[in-house]
């Protein structure tokens, strides 16, 4: 149960003072629907109102707080004028200016011969001083009372500033004195204050350096945060680890049979990975393992010798995809290699009904099938093993933590789990999104594979691209061909694709195909299949082909609006060429003038294949939340901690956690207390319910 001292920060915002129902919806667009969501929404700059010269010494292009006397109101000749109201000061005059002004709530605020304290940027147009609608106006006595240093929020549209600063203050007094869960040695080297002390700070920076995501009051909340994670992570490792294990000990029969099939040899960081696989399976603690590979760098040979050692145990195992397309595609490669060995696979996907589907779960639940790849389909509650050994879970991003636990709760015994994903995670992501897990990484592609020969080409060469994809048509090639996804609306990203696609079928016939995000399953296959054989040349695609299509003989892409892409799902597409023997060419289409981010990207691609690398950068364009898609796949997402700038931290925050639970598992000292409250301020309460 959460902490009652909590019950205020999690009630909805609605119950703050001014906010309406039709507000609350705004707020909750921008920062989240209960209270602690405003607490974690920091300023992102200030106004500085301390500059208060004289009218004659004013700067014009600054913020500047003058006390002048009101001299006069001249109203607009035209519709179209401002509202002007002339002020002095002994030094000089200024006016106010006012578009679409009501001259009544003028004249009362600002009466002719009163004096006033404005605030605002000063101007210089032709020749005189003016500021356009101050932000402040008052008497001197109503100027006392405000803040001189004003924090500036990120807003959406419809939500006025003054109703969330007044929000805001009013959500800063309801938070709590906490007990201290930091290490205190740890935050006295640092200089940190108290969790409060430091919250109430954040909101009210002194000047431009509190804004620093490494300023002491911001990195501390940064590193509640992470250790919130991290304990979190930790706690689920923890519980796995209590469960009871069984130690799967294959006699390599099964797995020397597949490798002298194999038209190749294993690299050697595949033989790595699979030893620390064996190794895992092989004890009494349950293998909870993330293999992480690059485009192409034959994870699936790993994971089906790693499935094989399962079956040589006398146990079953099972690879969960996250489409269709890709549970077909990893059964059609798997197949060949297990009859090697004269192990089955079978294959479960939604579109298995009736007796067939009947049939396979009976072999299945009796034992009689080895192995089995499918989709989410393999977690329905009539799936049952007869002993499920081993889960292998591709694809990682696309499944949240409980879909994991899920699969390997099949098992009726103690169930191994490896997860693998293609899309390289730099090492800070990896410990916030895999900190419960050890993790394994491909390096090397396998022998006899070519770089992709990258390049960027402005939009308007668009002919000269078309003219050089029929030229390598003529020569046997095939071509996959992106459009991007348009954010505000799915029917842009279609329209885009669309239009795409009946250019090139003007160009080339029926020999262009198109597949996009909203086609039915059986529709995508089959254009797919089309494409793998001989019916299609041209794939024009949305960003559905971006995991694990596999067609060698595709050798040219061309990625539309290239700038609008991230880097690490720019080298996700490219990966999806250079998959045969023939020399590949991609080429990014981008609309000038390239902005300083986009520009970045494209080089890197440029210069690199290095999926880790590319991810690194990645991280530090585009932040976090954006390189893991977070906001589609259930991983953590940040409030405060900004992974491009804390990794140290975050560091620091996984040794933290795997000291407390070292010392008091169960989170029941002074300090472990105080840990639960920070559990449940950044709702990790899922976790606290395994101790």
Same mark, same amino acid.
Not at 89 to 118: C, K, Q
Not at 193 to 203: I, N
Not at 313 to 341: K, N, S, V
């Given at each position: 149960m959460r902490p009652q001292i909590l019950y205020p920060l999690f009630a909805e915002v609605g119950q703050l003072p001014g906010i309406g129902p039709k507000t609350a919806k705004l707020v909750e667009r921008l920062a989240g629907p209960r209270v602690v969501d405003l607490l974690w929404h920091l300023?992102?700059?200030?106004?500085?109102?301390?500059?208060?010269?004289?009218?004659?010494?004013?700067?014009?292009?600054?913020?500047?707080?003058?006390?002048?006397?009101?001299?006069?109101?001249?109203?607009?000749?035209?519709?179209?004028?401002?509202?002007?109201?002339?002020?002095?000061?002994?030094?000089?005059?200024?006016?106010?200016?006012?578009?679409?002004?009501? =001259?009544?709530?003028?004249?009362?605020?600002?009466?002719?011969?009163?004096?006033?304290?404005?605030?605002?940027?000063?101007?210089?147009?032709?020749?005189?001083?003016?500021? =356009?609608?101050?932000?402040?106006?008052?008497?001197?006595? *109503?100027?006392?009372?405000?803040?001189?240093?004003?924090?500036?929020?990120?807003? +959406?549209?419809?939500?006025?500033?003054?109703?969330?600063?007044?929000?805001?203050?009013?959500?800063?007094?309801?938070?709590?004195?906490?007990?201290?869960?930091?290490?205190?040695?740890?935050?006295?080297?640092?200089?940190?204050?108290?969790?409060?002390?430091?919250?109430?700070?954040?909101?009210?920076?002194?000047?431009?350096?509190?804004l620093s995501p490494m300023a002491p009051d911001r990195a501390r909340l940064a590193f509640d945060e992470l250790l919130a994670n991290q304990l979190a992570l930790a706690m689920v490792r923890a519980s796995m680890r209590r469960l009871p294990g069984r130690g799967l000990r294959g006699d390599g029969s099964l797995a020397v049979k597949v490798s002298a099939a194999l038209?190749? =040899?294993? +690299?050697?960081?595949?033989?790595?990975?699979?030893? !620390?696989?064996?190794?895992?399976?092989?004890?009494?603690?349950? #293998?909870?393992?993330?293999?992480?590979?690059?485009?192409?760098?034959?994870?699936?040979?790993?994971?089906?010798?790693? #499935?094989?050692?399962?079956?040589?145990?006398?146990?079953?195992?099972?690879? $969960?995809?996250?489409?269709?397309?890709?549970?077909?595609?990893?059964?059609?490669?798997?197949?060949?290699?297990?009859?090697?060995?004269?192990? *089955?696979?079978?294959?479960? +996907?939604?579109?298995?009904?009736?007796?067939?589907? =009947?049939?396979?779960?009976?072999?299945?639940?009796?034992?009689?099938?080895? #192995?089995?790849?499918?989709?989410?389909?393999?977690?329905?509650?009539?799936?049952?093993?007869?002993?499920?050994?081993?889960?292998?879970?591709?694809?990682?991003?696309?499944?949240?933590?409980?879909?994991?636990?899920?699969?390997?709760?099949?098992?009726?015994?103690?169930?191994?789990? #490896?997860?693998?994903?293609?899309?390289?995670?730099?090492?800070?992501?990896?410990?916030?999104?895999?900190?419960?897990?050890?993790?394994?990484?491909?390096? !090397?592609?396998?022998?006899?594979?070519?770089?992709?020969?990258?390049?960027? $080409?402005?939009?308007?060469?668009?002919?000269?691209?078309?003219?050089?994809?029929?030229?390598?048509?003529?020569?046997?090639?095939?071509?996959?061909?992106?459009?991007?996804?348009? !954010? *505000?609306?799915?029917?842009?990203d279609l329209a885009a694709a669309t239009e795409r696609f009946r250019a090139l079928g003007n160009r080339f016939g029926e020999r262009v195909g198109l597949v996009h995000g909203r086609l039915k399953a059986a529709e995508k296959d089959a254009v797919m299949a089309g494409f793998a054989g001989d019916a299609i040349d041209i794939l024009v695609a949305t960003t559905v082909i971006e995991v694990g299509v596999d067609v060698p003989a595709a050798t040219v892409m061309v990625i539309e609006h290239a700038e609008r892409f991230g880097l690490a799902q720019l080298h996700q597409l490219r990966g999806r060429i250079g998959r045969g023997a023939e020399a590949s060419t991609c080429l990014l289409l981008y609309a000038p003038p390239l902005g300083e981010t986009a520009r970045a990207r494209i080089e890197t691609l440029r210069a690199t294949d290095d999926g880790f690398r590319i991810a690194e950068e990645d991280l530090r364009l585009r932040g976090a939340g954006e390189v893991l898609g977070t906001r589609q796949s259930g991983l953590p997402e940040f409030r405060i901690a900004d992974l491009a700038v804390h990794g140290e931290l975050l560091a620091a925050a996984r040794d933290d956690a795997r000291l407390v639970l070292d010392r008091d598992p169960d989170l029941t000292g002074p300090r472990g207390d105080a840990l639960r409250m920070l559990l449940y301020l950044f709702e990790r309460d899922a976790a606290v319910r395994l101790l």
């Open positions: 300023p992102a700059a200030l106004v500085d109102r301390r500059y208060a010269p004289k009218i004659a010494e004013a700067v014009a292009d600054r913020v500047a707080t003058l006390t002048v006397t009101v001299d006069g109101h001249i109203a607009p000749p035209s519709r179209r004028a401002p509202f002007r109201v002339r002020c002095s000061d002994p030094s000089g005059s200024i006016d106010l200016v006012f578009f679409h002004a009501n =001259a009544e709530w003028l004249s009362r605020t600002l009466p002719v011969g009163s004096v006033r304290v404005v605030s605002g940027r000063v101007e210089q147009f032709q020749g005189a001083l003016q500021m =356009a609608h101050p932000d402040r106006i008052g008497t001197p006595e *109503e100027f006392a009372d405000i803040a001189v240093v004003e924090p500036v929020y990120p807003m +959406t549209a419809g939500l006025a500033p003054k109703t969330l600063g007044k929000a805001k203050s009013a959500a800063l007094e309801r938070a709590p004195d906490l007990p201290e869960w930091q290490d205190s040695a740890w935050r006295a080297r640092n200089g940190w204050a108290g969790w409060r002390e430091s919250l109430q700070s954040a909101h009210r920076p002194g000047d431009q350096s509190a038209p190749f =040899a294993l +690299t050697g960081s595949q033989r790595q990975a699979i030893g !620390e696989i064996l190794a895992d399976m092989a004890s009494d603690t349950r #293998m909870l393992r993330l293999l992480q590979g690059d485009v192409g760098s034959g994870k699936t040979v790993v994971a089906l010798m790693a #499935m094989l050692n399962a079956v040589e145990a006398g146990a079953q195992a099972a690879l $969960l995809a996250p489409t269709e397309i890709l549970a077909r595609q990893h059964h059609e490669t798997l197949t060949p290699m297990a009859a090697a060995a004269g192990v *089955e696979i079978g294959l479960l +996907t939604g579109r298995d009904k009736g007796k067939p589907r =009947a049939a396979l779960l009976d072999r299945l639940a009796a034992g009689a099938l080895p #192995m089995i790849v499918g989709t989410h389909a393999l977690l329905q509650e009539d799936v049952a093993f007869a002993d499920l050994g081993l889960a292998v879970i591709d694809e990682q991003h696309r499944f949240g933590v409980h879909q994991r636990l899920q699969l390997s709760a099949k098992g009726n015994r103690a169930t191994d789990v #490896m997860v693998m994903t293609a899309t390289p995670i730099p090492r800070t992501l990896t410990l916030t999104a895999y900190g419960d897990m050890d993790v394994s990484r491909l390096t !090397e592609k396998p022998p006899g594979r070519k770089p992709v020969d990258t390049r960027a $080409l402005p939009a308007d060469r668009i002919d000269d691209v078309v003219a050089a994809v029929a030229r390598k048509i003529g020569q046997g090639a095939k071509v996959y061909w992106v459009c991007p996804l348009v !954010e *505000e609306s799915e029917s842009g």
